[in-house]
């Protein structure tokens, strides 16, 4: 027979009040995190990933933290490729919170909700999470109503994205492992670069490219050596006007966008140069410093020979 019509389970009023207790559970038993949604530059449609993407915003909202053991994964492994944390976990937020704190923000129409693939920030442990799955109907239609999402999530592994959602303790969470290019530059009167700005070099354009080649970084360190000389650390590199990759060159003139200040690069300290700015010469074929002197017995396929050197293994 049909349900009885003078009881409903969809009564706009009641699903308000679960969803306020909800909130306010969040809010009493949650964790504050930052949810930072994923920019794509240039999506690859056949391998469907974003090496480029960017992150340039990032908003405070409560979420609970439904693994109350400790996070679950396969944990910390040790393999020939070095030491890998796999932790997982499951992040709970209010439907409504997501909507007003991130999603009104959010020109996404098609599917409105919380992206795989875009990141949130625990500062409670100083880690970020990737979101893998969203979960958007458990507890499942409790008075016909679906109040949360549950947020299946990886511990992001940084690949040298660009961030800069103007959030301190996120940007500086991420310079700190970013992939950074030491340079010495020559200056005048004292103009030393500033830390966080961009500095950018004018290359000679190759067929192909436009007349306008420039290759770009951001100063995440930099040690004053004397008034007309210092040492920059450089990351998030990358080119304008190019199809193909470009590097920064010494002897050219690198000028910062926020001082307008220049400078001449004198030194680079790359992966085939030591302190001194020579090559290696340990094995002709290394390309890699740290593979090469501090991890012999790891696989290094850029070495003559990859497996290492038995008798240091061994």
């Known amino acids: 027979m049909p349900r009885n019509v003078y009881f409903s389970q969809a009564v706009k009023s009641e699903q308000n009040l679960y969803e306020d207790l909800i909130i306010e559970s969040l809010q009493i038993y949650g964790q504050d995190v930052y949810y930072i949604p994923r ?86 442990t100083n880690s970020f999470f990737e979101i893998s799955f969203v979960e958007d109907d458990q507890p499942f239609y409790q008075l016909s109503n679906l109040p949360v999402y549950k947020l299946t999530c990886n511990l992001f592994e940084y690949n040298d994205e660009d961030f800069d959602t103007g959030i301190t303790v996120v940007d500086d969470a991420t310079a700190k492992v970013a992939y950074q290019l030491p340079m010495d530059v020559t200056i005048t009167g004292g103009n030393h670069f500033e830390v966080g700005e961009i500095v950018e070099q004018v290359l000679v354009a190759a067929v192909g490219d436009t007349p306008a080649v420039k290759v770009f970084g951001e100063v995440q360190q930099r040690t004053k050596t004397s008034d007309i000389s210092s040492k920059i650390f450089v990351s998030n590199i990358g080119a304008s006007g190019t199809t193909s990759a470009k590097d920064f060159t010494v002897g050219g003139t690198i000028t910062g966008r926020t001082s307008e200040y220049t400078g001449t690069i004198a030194t680079i300290y790359s992966d085939l140069t030591d302190t001194t700015g020579q090559a290696w010469a340990t094995d002709e074929a290394a390309q890699n410093i740290d593979f090469e002197l501090d991890a012999d017995g790891f696989i290094d396929f850029s070495e003559s020979n990859p497996f290492g050197d038995p008798s240091e293994t061994y």
């Open 39 to 124: 920019t794509l530059v240039n999506r690859d449609d056949i391998l469907n990933e974003d090496p480029a993407s960017k992150f340039d915003d990032a908003y405070l909202l409560e979420m609970y933290i439904e693994n109350n053991e400790g996070f679950e994964g396969s944990g910390d492994l040790y393999s020939k490729f070095g030491l890998e944390i796999r932790d997982e976990a499951t992040f709970i937020v209010s439907r409504r919170r997501w909507e007003t704190r991130v999603g009104v923000f959010d020109d996404n129409t098609i599917d409105p909700r919380p992206q795989e693939g875009d990141l949130i920030f625990l500062p409670m």
